[in-house]
């Protein structure tokens, strides 16, 4: 499996490989946008004294988000993976998965 992992061409093998993709870059796209989002108001809030610790709070919660996006993309890498690839998407000569012998 992990030479499965990070491989491009399982973006597309199926129409559910794209389905997922999509999927998983649509909640990636929100968690960096709500994480971009929370830093510039933070940024905004460290304007005033009396927002600083809202600011510092919103800096932690947009850093957690951004910790989130790698986790999203592994999440994906790890479905794609594992999901079967149909005989007709396999290369020309490629052996399935489940005959593959590890070593």
Do not use: C
């Amino acid at each position: 499996m992990m030479s499965r992992l990070f491989d491009h061409s399982l973006r597309s093998a199926s129409a559910d490989h794209a389905e997922i993709v999509r999927k998983y870059e649509l909640y990636r796209t929100i968690v960096e946008f709500l994480a971009a989002v929370l830093f510039v108001i933070g940024s905004i809030f460290f304007f005033y004294e009396r927002l600083v610790f809202a600011g510092t709070w919103l800096f932690l919660i947009g850093s957690v988000f951004f910790a989130v996006r790698p986790t999203i993309r592994l999440l994906l890498e790890l479905r794609l993976a594992n999901l079967p690839v149909p005989k007709e998407f396999r290369p020309y000569g490629a052996v399935p998965v489940s005959e593959e012998t590890s070593p």
